[in-house]
């Protein structure tokens, strides 16, 4: 055991500072014969995890050797194999990890049952203080927010699917800044091959959340502005897909498979999925579908409908809320707590969805 191992650990981790928001910095290097024989760390949100840099680093060396890292390797079978796994394939003898992580079960024992020495606590204090944010985030509370761009007649883009721009150009740098106070910004297929938006802050002040779009059969173009690898995103396709796109193997840009058809019944399928990122708060952008799913899904906690004054009309122009809609007012979703803001010439109207309205589902 050395200590000048674990503080290399934790130098390794904070190079992912500002990168990896919202997962936790984590450094790993592999020790042999009194030699650091591969670094590792948190490199990008979505990516791969310290400790499976280290051992790339190492390479077959790894056999026999020592690992430090810096949090409590992962054990379970989620997105990704888990690192215990990676490991014991690797043949490494002695596991040192400084923090023990709350969120992970039986990895001790997962690592002690395959023969290696594992030792907890090296390096603690400063371990912890590498990830305060992190466990500061993971006891925030989860939210799921509509925004909504509309007319006066509650239209979201004309009968031509133009929508671009319903409100002023003060509303729309207020919903950068709300964009900011998310870990995540969502949109659906038709939202983004229509309006090939950024979702982005456009500042450098403001932080940007991660991305989101649900593109089940992966057909967003490669030109696409979701994949200019400046703000990771993470896009949510059916598992039936067995071949993925050569443009989408990139780094930052994270796949999510997850059943399409459950996830049209149950918006929770796909919340459940962005939680799995650690991913807790998140902005639902459209367009109206999207919307619909997830109000009458019941995942919804507030809304913010900026509405312009404008009228389009129109019969096939879609409205904010799409789907089937309820059948009687009785069975109307309600909204509590509302507020009006004027912002420019359009109003900002923000409340919560009372969630014991009725559902259709
Ligand atoms: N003004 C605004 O604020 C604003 C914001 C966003 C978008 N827009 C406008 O809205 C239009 C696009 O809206 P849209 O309603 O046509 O499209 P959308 O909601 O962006 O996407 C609809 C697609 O998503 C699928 N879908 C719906 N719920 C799903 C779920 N729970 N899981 C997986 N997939 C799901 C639908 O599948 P199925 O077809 O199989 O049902 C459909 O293919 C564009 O014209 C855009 O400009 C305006
Ligand atoms: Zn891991």
């Given amino acids: 055991m050395n200590v000048k191992y674990m503080q290399t650990a934790i130098n390794l981790a904070k190079k992912g500072k500002g990168k990896i928001y919202t997962n936790p ?14 670094n590792g760390w948190h490199q990008y949100f979505g990516g791969n995890h310290a400790e499976i840099n280290a051992l790339v680093d190492a390479g077959k060396n790894a056999k026999g050797a020592d690992l430090y890292v810096t949090l409590e390797p992962c054990n379970s079978h989620g997105k990704r194999s888990p690192c215990t ?6 043949g490494i003898k002695r596991v040192y990890y400084a923090l023990r992580d709350k969120n992970v079960l039986g990895s001790r024992e997962m690592l002690e049952k395959n023969g290696i020495e594992v030792h907890e606590g090296l390096l603690k204090k400063q371990a912890r203080s590498l990830i305060s944010d992190y466990l500061k985030y993971l006891k925030s509370k989860p939210k799921i927010s509509i925004k909504a761009a509309m007319t006066l007649d509650g239209k979201i883009a004309t009968y031509n699917y133009d929508s671009k721009w319903i409100t002023s150009e003060k509303s729309r740098n207020l919903v950068y800044e709300i964009r900011s106070h998310y870990d995540a910004v969502l949109v659906g297929l038709n939202t983004a ?18 991305r989101v779009v649900i593109d089940p059969y992966l057909k967003l173009p490669k030109t696409h502005n979701l994949l200019d690898g400046n703000v990771p995103t993470i896009i949510v396709y059916d598992l039936s897909i067995a071949s993925i796109p050569k443009h989408l193997k990139k780094e930052g840009i994270i796949l999510a498979p997850v059943d399409i058809s459950m996830a049209k019944k149950d918006f929770n399928v796909i919340v459940r999925k962005l939680n799995s990122f650690s991913l807790k708060s998140i902005l639902i952008e459209g367009g109206s579908e999207i919307i619909s799913s997830a109000l009458f899904s019941n995942v919804v906690d507030d809304v913010y409908f900026f509405i312009a004054p404008k009228l389009i009309g129109g019969k096939g122009a879609i409205s904010v809320v799409g789907g089937a809609g309820v059948k009687k007012i009785s069975e109307s979703l309600r909204i509590k707590n509302m507020k009006v803001k004027k912002i420019g010439q359009d109003f900002l109207i923000t409340g919560q969805l009372d969630k014991t309205s009725p559902t259709v589902i």
């Fill in 193 to 210: 091959i229509k309006d090939n938006p950024f979702l982005t802050t456009h500042s450098k002040k403001l932080k940007n959340p991660v």
């Fill in 25 to 38: 910095m984590v450094g790993c290097v592999i020790v042999k014969d009194n030699k650091i024989i591969g």
């Fill in 85 to 90: 796994l990676a490991i014991i394939k690797a």
